[in-house]
């Protein structure tokens, strides 16, 4: 049985039946499919705005029957906020989409835009959800019709990348399934709203719950790109169409912090340890990012380690509201800020990379030197979205990274005479270098594209010559999501406030105890050492170390300074998981097997011991195995059988586990 408010169904399924629709419509029609399409994602987000007013009352939606569980939705003031956000992203996005794979004649329109609509689906889903069974169900869909985004071009490189994405996506949705069996074993419910009740009167040992939150920590850890499982993510996003690359990092990506939200605001509330743990995860990330984003010379990927870096100061923020317990209010307010101004930033900067790529073809820093000369439209449009991403004053980046150091600084004070406080010095310290990493990488892409010449004096001329490199109403909703970021920067007491005040209850946030000052000299300086750590690292690193003179040029030329052997995924996750843990598995499985010729050859000195006519089993000279030359598999040895063997035996693991928990083994 239903009940509720039937426009949250809407949201999230809407887009579904839509999806199927646009490719039905696609067959007859390519502009009729575009068109729909458009009207679809205005459609999505005009009911995510009719929701608004009500964000402030109850306002939910029960499917009782549904896959036992149930499917639970909620619009309250923090999910109003992500699906108006999935929304808005969502119609900027296809609009350019139309132009984009014109451009580029791309194959397989139809495919990719009803994949869209479904992951827009899911995504609603998992933004509107209050059970974590919901959040759940709809969190693996999203990963897999994302998949199709990522994989769309089909290249060697794209569908090796995808690989990685899928792979991830599917360890660690199955490790958030285990640790949501154990979380539900234990505490007795998976309800949002009941979760901190629940633990608190489960009598539960804080160790398992606290083993079963980093289970689930696991899968949303992977969507995020939080470090150490983040090696998917520099692959993926630069593989993806840009129109998806904005999907990925703009919106997706927070369904990962979403968990995140979760899990420290409403199952472990205050935990101190648990802050600690994140903070640490999140600063790590942050830095790796800043260190990826200087070193590379392509474009796209410096974007993609611009995200993780950004994520990591969320993932910041999400873990020093725990460590601050009840003085949490900065924490909470610039993590839930610092989340929406990334997704508003990175839209705009991927739209760009778009614009780009529709002209030139190739991201190369070296290809692309030069392209935005004489291009004000997308020089504003770019310039906006890096003072924003970099947090300078007046922009919505700096308000959000200020509550984040603020309150860092806050529980210095707190834990002044204890041995906390130097260790959050330093987290201090490296927040601030990992902002000034920020500038540098930013400064780069902005001096490469709008700055400099290429190399190529032809090239150059015409790129000059290109003024007709987008269409007018790409244009619009490019300089529209730029000219966004300054106006919730210049009035933060207006704007993010008012934001932050509707949303902040989800984390158990409240108002400040005293009021902000964003643009005290003490904030303002704060900012100034990381973006003077910037221009300086930018200058050192960038134009003495990156720019170099190749064989045979006059002329200095952008170089990928990240060393290949650091390449975590190559080098230490495919090993483990193809090669260490398979050999590891199939030698246990050869024994086990080879115990029956044991048994056999024992049986055989005993009992027939001394007879002429005794009986002589065949004994297996394969330890255990079968001859595949003389037994082949009929089943071929694919992703997909691959992937439903692994599900089979992780299902059966699951299973015992669920069952030793009901019939009460300890």
Same mark, same amino acid.
Request: positive net charge; charged residues 15%.
């Given at each position: 049985?239903? %009940?509720?408010?039937?426009?949250?169904?809407? $949201?999230?399924?809407?887009?579904?039946?839509?999806?199927?629709?646009?490719?039905?419509?696609?067959?007859?029609?390519?502009?009729?499919?575009?068109?729909?399409?458009?009207?679809?994602?205005?459609? #999505? $987000?005009?009911?995510?705005?009719?929701?608004?007013?009500?964000?402030?009352?109850?306002?939910?939606?029960?499917?009782?029957?549904?896959?036992?569980?149930?499917?639970?939705?909620?619009?309250?003031?923090?999910?109003?906020?992500?699906?108006?956000?999935?929304?808005?992203?969502?119609?900027?996005?296809?609009?350019?989409?139309?132009?984009?794979?014109?451009?580029?004649? +791309?194959?397989?329109?139809?495919?990719?835009?009803?994949? =869209?609509?479904? !992951?827009?689906?899911?995504?609603?889903?998992?933004?509107?959800?209050?059970?974590?069974?919901?959040?759940?169900?709809?969190? %693996?869909? =999203?990963?897999?019709?994302?998949?199709?985004?990522?994989?769309?071009? %089909?290249?060697?490189? @794209?569908?090796?990348?995808?690989?990685?994405?899928?792979?991830?996506?599917?360890?660690?949705?199955?490790?958030?399934?285990?640790?949501?069996?154990?979380?539900?074993?234990?505490?007795?419910?998976?309800?949002?709203?009941? =979760?901190? &009740?629940?633990?608190?009167? +489960?009598?539960?040992?804080?160790?398992?719950?606290?083993?079963?939150?980093?289970? @689930?920590?696991?899968?949303?850890?992977?969507?995020?790109?939080?470090?150490?499982?983040?090696?998917?993510?520099?692959?993926?996003?630069?593989?993806?169409?840009?129109?998806? !690359?904005?999907?990925?990092?703009?919106?997706?990506?927070?369904?990962?912090?979403?968990?995140?939200?979760?899990?420290?605001?409403?199952?472990?509330?205050?935990?101190?340890?648990?802050?600690?743990?994140?903070?640490?995860?999140?600063?790590?990330?942050?830095?790796?990012?800043?260190?990826?984003?200087?070193?590379?010379?392509?474009?796209?990927? !410096?974007?993609?380690?611009?995200?993780?870096?950004?994520?990591?100061?969320?993932?910041?923020?999400?873990?020093?509201?725990?460590?601050?317990?009840?003085?949490?209010?900065?924490?909470?307010?610039?993590?839930?800020?610092?989340?929406?101004?990334?997704?508003? *930033?990175?839209?705009?900067?991927?739209?760009?990379?778009?614009?780009?790529?529709?002209?030139?073809?190739?991201?190369? $820093?070296?290809?692309?030197?030069?392209?935005?000369?004489?291009?004000?439209?997308?020089?504003?449009?770019?310039?906006?979205?890096?003072?924003?991403?970099?947090?300078?004053?007046?922009?919505?980046?700096? @308000?959000?990274?200020?509550? *984040?150091?603020?309150?860092?600084?806050?529980?210095?004070?707190?834990? %002044?005479?204890?041995?906390?406080?130097?260790?959050?010095?330093?987290?201090?310290?490296?927040?601030?270098?990992?902002?000034?990493?920020?500038?540098?990488?930013?400064?780069?892409?902005?001096?490469?594209?709008?700055? #400099?010449?290429?190399? &190529?004096?032809?090239?150059?001329?015409?790129?000059?010559?290109?003024?007709?490199?987008?269409?007018?109403?790409? !244009?619009?909703?490019?300089?529209? +999501?730029?000219?966004?970021?300054?106006?919730?920067?210049?009035?933060?007491?207006?704007?993010?406030?008012?934001?932050?005040?509707?949303?902040?209850?989800?984390?158990?946030?409240?108002?400040?105890?005293?009021?902000?000052?964003?643009?005290?000299?003490?904030?303002?300086?704060?900012?100034?050492?990381?973006? =003077?750590?910037?221009?300086?690292?930018?200058?050192?690193?960038?134009?003495?170390?990156?720019?170099?003179?190749?064989?045979?040029?006059?002329?200095?030329?952008?170089?990928?300074?990240?060393?290949?052997?650091?390449?975590?995924?190559?080098?230490?996750?495919?090993?483990?998981?193809?090669?260490?843990?398979?050999?590891?598995?199939?030698?246990?499985?050869?024994?086990?097997?080879?115990? @029956?010729?044991?048994?056999?050859?024992?049986?055989?000195?005993?009992?027939?011991?001394?007879?002429?006519?005794?009986?002589?089993?065949?004994?297996?000279?394969?330890?255990?195995?079968?001859?595949?030359?003389?037994?082949?598999?009929?089943?071929?040895?694919?992703?997909?059988?691959?992937?439903?063997?692994?599900?089979?035996?992780?299902?059966?693991?699951?299973?015992?586990?669920? *069952?030793?928990?009901?019939?009460?083994?300890?």
């Amino acid at each position: 049985m239903a %009940e509720g408010n039937f426009l949250l169904l809407f $949201l999230v399924f809407f887009p579904f039946a839509a999806g199927l629709a646009s490719y039905l419509v696609g067959r007859g029609s390519k502009i009729g499919r575009d068109a729909f399409i458009i009207i679809v994602t205005a459609i #999505e $987000l005009a009911v995510a705005i009719v929701l608004i007013p009500g964000a402030s009352d109850t306002n939910d939606f029960h499917w009782h029957a549904f896959a036992g569980l149930g499917l639970h939705f909620r619009a309250d003031g923090f999910r109003t906020m992500m699906a108006l956000l999935a929304g808005f992203i969502w119609f900027f996005t296809t609009v350019i989409s139309r132009e984009y794979f014109n451009k580029l004649e +791309s194959r397989n329109r139809n495919r990719y835009y009803m994949f =869209m609509l479904w !992951t827009l689906g899911a995504t609603m889903g998992i933004f509107l959800s209050t059970h974590l069974y919901t959040t759940f169900i709809f969190f %693996e869909v =999203m990963s897999f019709t994302s998949y199709v985004l990522v994989i769309h071009n %089909e290249t060697k490189e @794209v569908i090796n990348a995808a690989k990685s994405y899928v792979g991830f996506a599917v360890f660690g949705g199955l490790a958030t399934l285990m640790g949501l069996f154990l979380l539900q074993a234990r505490v007795g419910t998976l309800e949002m709203d009941h =979760m901190i &009740d629940a633990v608190a009167n +489960s009598g539960a040992s804080d160790a398992m719950v606290m083993w079963a939150c980093s289970l @689930v920590l696991v899968g949303f850890g992977v969507k995020a790109g939080m470090f150490p499982l983040h090696t998917w993510l520099p692959q993926s996003y630069p593989a993806a169409p840009e129109p998806g !690359t904005a999907l990925l990092s703009a919106i997706l990506s927070k369904a990962g912090i979403f968990g995140m939200f979760v899990i420290t605001g409403q199952i472990l509330l205050h935990c101190h340890s648990w802050g600690v743990a994140l903070t640490l995860f999140g600063i790590a990330t942050a830095l790796l990012g800043g260190i990826m984003g200087i070193l590379s010379d392509n474009f796209k990927r !410096t974007l993609a380690c611009s995200s993780m870096s950004q994520i990591g100061f969320i993932i910041v923020g999400i873990g020093m509201q725990a460590v601050l317990g009840h003085h949490n209010a900065l924490a909470v307010r610039g993590s839930i800020l610092h989340m929406m101004n990334h997704s508003l *930033i990175k839209l705009a900067l991927f739209m760009v990379a778009a614009v780009i790529f529709m002209n030139v073809k190739s991201f190369n $820093l070296n290809d692309i030197r030069g392209f935005g000369r004489k291009k004000p439209a997308l020089m504003f449009t770019a310039g906006f979205a890096i003072l924003g991403v970099i947090g300078v004053p007046l922009w919505n980046g700096y @308000v959000s990274k200020t509550l *984040i150091h603020e309150s860092i600084v806050e529980y210095i004070e707190m834990a %002044e005479h204890t041995g906390w406080a130097a260790g959050f010095k330093s987290i201090e310290v490296l927040f601030i270098i990992a902002g000034g990493m920020t500038c540098c990488y930013m400064l780069k892409l902005f001096f490469a594209v709008f700055v #400099e010449k290429n190399n &190529d004096p032809a090239k150059q001329a015409e790129f000059d010559a290109n003024k007709h490199y987008m269409s007018k109403p790409v !244009t619009a909703i490019l300089i529209i +999501s730029a000219a966004i970021l300054p106006f919730i920067g210049a009035v933060p007491n207006f704007s993010a406030d008012g934001i932050a005040d509707l949303t902040q209850g989800f984390l158990h946030g409240h108002s400040p105890e005293h009021a902000v000052h964003y643009f005290s000299w003490v904030n303002i300086f704060g900012t100034l050492k990381s973006l =003077m750590g910037g221009v300086a690292a930018y200058l050192i690193i960038v134009r003495l170390g990156m720019l170099r003179r190749k064989a045979g040029e006059t002329k200095r030329s952008y170089v990928n300074a990240w060393p290949a052997a650091l390449d975590l995924e190559k080098y230490v996750y495919r090993p483990a998981l193809l090669t260490v843990l398979p050999f590891i598995g199939a030698f246990f499985a050869r024994c086990a097997g080879s115990l @029956v010729d044991w048994f056999t050859a024992l049986y055989r000195k005993i009992i027939f011991f001394g007879r002429k006519d005794r009986f002589s089993p065949p004994l297996n000279n394969e330890f255990g195995t079968f001859n595949e030359e003389e037994k082949p598999s009929r089943i071929p040895q694919g992703l997909s059988y691959s992937l439903i063997m692994f599900g089979a035996g992780v299902v059966a693991v699951i299973y015992f586990i669920v *069952i030793s928990f009901i019939s009460g083994w300890r």
